[in-house]
């Protein structure tokens, strides 16, 4: 059984703080993983991938991946109340060109002014 | 370069009734997936297809069925719908390169369907 989670929040921060999220899953095989943002009545937004153990930076966001805990984390940082929304964690299993997505469940994110 | 489009956006049926559900992918991509997305179980996998065939599938009765055709557009039908298949469906394209593990998928703006 190949599971995703993800603490569900809310996750409250003031805004210019930094949102650190975080994402833990159970298969050893996975290797890609996705974060998504996904605004209330919206589908969800690729925000970052990343798929070697380190640290993936664009931007406001970083991405990290520890394989051997099977541990991934989004930080956001300068947080900004736009960036209110909930975030996917999802990973992907497969190799040789095609897998499937598997999502957790999400954690809200609330940025207040 | 356009994204993935769905059609509809929203969709009211009864119980019993079946719905057709379409999807057209990035141009280009030629992986499709869909998923389900409710309230309580979040986004579930219902499908993948590439090149025609469904090559991988999610735990779901055989109401649920899909298929793609040979210009990567999909669609999904479910038969006999239940009230439980009030859902957002999601249908998301990828490039699906061989040598590239990331395979990232883009998502449509899904369709609403509410079973009445």
């Known amino acids: 059984q190949k599971e995703v989670e993800q603490n569900s929040g809310p996750l409250s921060v003031p805004e210019g703080a930094i949102a650190s999220l975080n994402c833990t899953y159970s298969?050893?095989?996975?290797?890609?993983f996705f974060w998504y943002r996904q605004y209330s009545g919206k589908s969800p937004e690729l925000i970052m991938s990343?798929?070697?153990?380190g640290d993936k930076e664009d931007g406001r966001f970083t991405a990290q991946l520890n394989k051997a805990s099977q541990y991934v984390s989004l930080l956001i940082r300068d947080s900004q109340p736009s960036d209110s929304a909930t975030y996917l964690c999802?990973?992907?299993?497969?190799?040789?060109?095609?897998?499937?997505?598997?999502f957790g469940k999400g954690t809200m994110l609330l940025v207040s002014p | 370069k356009a994204g993935v489009t769905q059609t509809p956006r929203y969709l009211i049926k009864t119980r019993g009734q079946q719905v057709t559900l379409s999807c057209s992918p990035i141009?280009?991509?030629?992986?499709v997936s869909w998923y389900q997305q409710t309230p309580g179980q979040g986004l579930q996998f219902l499908f993948e297809?590439?090149?025609?065939?469904?090559?991988n599938k999610g735990n779901f009765p055989g109401r649920f069925s899909g298929r793609q055709f040979s210009n990567s557009r999909s669609e999904m039908n479910v038969s006999t719908l239940e009230l439980g298949d009030s859902a957002l469906y999601l249908c998301?394209?990828?490039?699906?390169?061989?040598?590239?593990?990331?395979?990232?998928?883009?998502f449509g703006p899904g369709t609403r369907l509410t079973v009445l």
């Open positions: 141009s280009g991509h030629r992986s």
């Open positions: 297809y590439f090149s025609e065939t469904q090559r």
């Open positions: 298969d050893r095989v996975s290797q890609s």
């Open positions: 998301a394209s990828s490039l699906d390169r061989l040598a590239d593990y990331y395979n990232e998928q883009f």
């Open positions: 990343i798929y070697s153990n």
């Open positions: 999802a990973v992907n299993v497969g190799n040789s060109g095609y897998s499937t997505l598997t």
